[in-house]
């Protein structure tokens, strides 16, 4: 998908949560109470996509909960590249009409100390398609818990996750249901555990006993690069038709021990080799980005933080 035009108007939340959007095809409501930030956001007649970046200002702990709207024949990308200094608490339900696009990327880095969740909960219609794209470096505890419904006839889910992890935990929950004929679902997950890390993967796929032609894929990686270094992969299949391609797939282990010899002999590093080795390791899901401008956000991300 082509990105968006940089022709874009503000809008203030609070003192410290901002959004960069484009006013012609986005309508948004919001509301704070308790200091929790209530956004409704819906996209209409917008072919071509439309955009919403969120700005945060780093100053307090951020819980929001927003409901999206994405109405049919709409495109609509959400972007989240913020470091977040404090606890934040992301709930998002996404709703997505016939035909419609919706594109998410998060870009986050968060601080050690910190606990950070994100709820998120998408229903498709017919022919629409949610690309989900998550870059995290983790924290005290991370949670990104994600609920699929693939309600209607053709409806795709696309989506990959990466964590480069040091020294912190955090939990990944994928819940994928196939509720219709002819849906597909393709996720790819990969984690670079370092330090004392724990970083965890459960995914789950379900296909109701209705749903025919379904094609669903799955694949989680896992890279150790300390002794202490943990990472627990869980992808789980609960298949009620026959007629169905489905496929899952879930390795993980220690850095190649030759390549970083070989790097070595070349003169390189170690630190060096490693940041190499874990750069090649990432990089294979970057292809799945089809925005050329988000896949150079994803490369510089990995470059920055491995």
Known sequence: MKSAENKSSLINFTDYLSAKYHADSINITHSVIDDEVHLKVSVTNSKTPSRLTLVNKNTNNLKVTAEINVESQSSFELIDENNYEMDTSFTMDTYLGDGSVFELYRFNKFKAETRNSFLHTCSLSKNSTFKDYNFT???DLTKNQTK????EKNSNYIGSGVVISNSSKCENYLDIRHLSDSAKSDCSFKAVSRGKSNVSF???????????????NQISKGLLMDKDSKVNLTPILEINNDDVICSHGAASGKADEEILFYLASRGIAKADAERLYIQGFLSEFIGKIDDSEMQTKGRKYIIENC
């Open 137 to 139: 470096t983790g924290s």
């Open 148 to 151: 699929i419904n693939l309600n």
């Open 202 to 216: 459960n995914g789950k796929v379900f296909v109701d006993k209705k749903c025919f032609n379904t094609v669903s």
